[in-house]
């Protein structure tokens, strides 16, 4: 599967962004879907993952219920809509496939990745 995330862009500090990750082949609801983002000079971090049937976990400690994940298997798309940002959400934002349902947070367990998208957000 293919990854095409976009949506990112320059945000004042409150406001919001939903992210987009568009998959193309076949039985993308096969796929558990994560967002991970990574900021310079830190660790790629979890931020949320979207199991096939819809089911959902987060990085409480990062997102904090700002963020939801969801998707849409008819257009093979999953969303990150992201609320109050702050400029510590400033980063890459990456989505990811993984096999399993469950990917859980390790990056290691996703085995297709999209290009990232910046999200920016200023004070």
């Known amino acids: 599967v293919q990854l095409q995330a976009s949506g990112g862009g320059l945000v004042q500090a409150g406001g919001s962004l939903r992210l987009s990750c568009a998959a193309s082949g076949r039985a993308f609801s096969s796929y558990g879907m994560g967002w991970f983002r990574q900021a310079p000079g830190r660790e790629r971090e979890f931020i949320a993952l979207v199991r096939r049937s819809g089911g959902s976990m987060y990085n409480a400690d990062s997102v904090k219920g700002r963020f939801t994940i969801s998707r849409d298997n008819a257009k093979n798309t999953v969303y990150l809509q992201m609320n109050n940002l702050k400029p510590e959400d400033t980063a890459v934002y990456y989505c990811?496939?993984?096999?399993?349902?469950?990917?859980?947070?390790?990056?290691?367990?996703?085995?297709?990745w999209g290009q990232g998208t910046q999200v920016t957000v200023s004070s």
């Open positions: 990811a496939a993984s096999v399993a349902d469950y990917g859980g947070a390790s990056s290691r367990a996703y085995d297709y």
